[in-house]
């Protein structure tokens, strides 16, 4: 922490530490010795008056002997006073907070916020922003935002969840010798995603292979006048690596289909039935469902006979899907209990409160973006991938891979298509269902990172094939 702080300071070399009362006020105690014997002008505001303070935040404010003021007088001292200091170190409160500051507190946290606004001065927090629930990443009320955050060991999930990771400002994780057998013990079931955890699971091609062997994936088209996003799901599964992609539906909708593709088959199916001996002639080892289907009982009527009768396919499902279980999405979730193959659900916040609404909103006891995604895949019975800029993906089991790097311009039209196709592929190749869904959001973030702000989605697919064929080859 005092490493980073100096790293921070301008010309006044003038550094405010705010200490609260625990162990992450400890850590500010200790950061301002080391900062004050390094000839940094340092004060320290304390919250908690030291012979009140317990355990190891008692031994480091008794090593200390710079300036210390109590919080109270910082606040009467006014903002003027504030803002000439260059850097305010945040060891408030850390990561274990779960209810709102109050008081002084809370008044010196909209001061900080206010003197950071204006440009007077950086912020640097100690674990996470104090006022941010370390597990959810959400204000309490009143919290710190930060310029750089300093934690220790691992990664929280407030690092990684919005709002708390625009909040954290850039984060460093510093070895603090905890070594990293204690793992074991904590057993976490929250990862933060990338390809060390799924690349051995990429399909690899053999010189004997051939395309139905390389994987089958078959696409719901919706009707002539919305069939742009099934054709983005289809495309993105071809450039995923699938070797046979199709699109099957309505007559009147592939033609249009024909004008646009080439290399993905056109399947005519006007009916359930018609559908299912499209998946049994293409062999097909996956099928994606629901971007732009329809919002209507063919659809509806194609899903629960996918899923009760084509019991190895593995689906993902989409878009429209959400919309027409909402009113019954126990329908869903039993018939999605009767199958083999894997089943990943894609919906982003809108569309996962249609099936999930006791799960978001005011009346879901402060949960955070991880919990309401592991309370609904457990339900569901399947995994489910919550996406946003903190896409988080969850299987029934309880574990759980965060995404956290999706950058803003990735909300466009017709993005959510070309992931749905992309882990469709990935299945389709053979990639169990975790490890599909987890490599499909971390190509989809990382295709966005490369296109840049201007693109669309259809920019995502050969950006997302080119990483694809980086990491295989």
């Known amino acids: 922490v005092a490493g980073m702080a100096r790293s921070m300071l301008r010309s006044r ?3 405010l530490v705010l200490a609260g009362p625990g162990n992450n006020g400890g850590d500010g105690w200790v950061a301002a010795r080391l900062l004050a014997a390094q000839g ?12 009140r303070l317990r355990g190891d935040a008692a031994l480091a404010a008794a090593r200390y002997a710079g300036e210390e003021l109590p919080l109270s007088e910082v606040l009467a001292r006014g903002s003027a006073w504030l803002e000439a200091f260059d850097v305010v170190i945040d060891a408030l409160f850390g990561a274990g907070l779960d209810r709102p500051l109050v008081g002084d507190v809370a008044r010196m946290v909209e001061r900080v916020n206010a003197a950071r606004a204006a ?3 950086r912020v640097l927090a100690v674990d996470v922003p104090s006022g941010v629930h370390g597990d959810s990443g959400q204000p309490l009320g009143a919290a710190i935002a930060a310029d750089a955050t300093v934690t220790f060991f691992r990664l929280k999930p407030a690092h990684l969840l919005l709002p708390g990771r625009e909040m954290c400002g850039s984060v460093s994780v510093a070895d603090i010798g905890i070594p990293d057998m204690v793992l074991n013990e904590i057993a976490p079931v929250a990862l933060h995603n990338d390809p060390a955890l799924w690349r051995h699971a990429l399909p690899r091609l053999t010189a004997d292979v051939h395309k139905y062997a390389r994987g089958s994936l078959v696409v719901l088209s919706g009707d002539a006048l919305h069939t742009g996003a099934a054709r983005l799901a289809a495309q993105a599964g071809l450039r995923a690596g699938a070797g ?4 099957a539906g309505w007559r009147e909708a592939l033609l249009v289909q024909a004008a646009h593709v080439t290399e993905i088959m056109l399947d005519e199916a006007g009916d359930v039935p018609a559908f299912l001996d499209v998946l049994r002639r293409k062999r097909a080892q996956a099928a994606v469902i629901g971007p732009a289907a329809g919002v209507n009982a063919h659809t509806r009527e194609i899903v629960l006979a996918v899923l009760r009768e084509a019991l190895d396919v593995a689906l993902v499902l989409d878009a429209d899907v959400f919309s027409v279980f909402a009113d019954a999405p126990e329908a869903l979730f039993e018939a999605i209990g009767q199958r083999r193959g894997a089943v990943i659900m ?3 916040e809108g569309e996962f409160v249609r099936l999930f609404p006791d799960l978001v909103g005011d009346d879901n006891g402060g949960m955070g973006k991880i919990e309401r995604t592991r309370q609904a895949a457990a339900r569901a019975g399947c995994i489910v991938l919550l996406k946003g800029g903190d896409a988080v993906v969850a299987d029934e089991r309880g574990r759980v891979v965060v995404q956290a790097d999706a950058p803003a311009w990735l909300a466009t039209a017709g993005s959510g298509d070309v992931l749905a196709g992309i882990i469709g592929a990935l299945l389709a190749r053979g990639m169990p269902g975790l490890d599909a869904a987890c490599a499909g959001v971390w190509l989809h973030a990382q295709a966005a990172q490369r296109a840049g702000p201007g693109l669309i989605a259809s920019d995502l697919i050969l950006q997302a094939g080119a990483l694809l064929a980086e990491l295989t080859g």
């Open 13 to 15: 070399q003038r550094i």
């Open 346 to 348: 894609t919906p982003h």
């Open 119 to 121: 440009g007077a001065v």
């Open 40 to 51: 940094c002008k340092v004060t320290l505001a304390a919250t908690t008056p030291r012979d």
């Open 244 to 247: 046979v992609v199709s699109l």
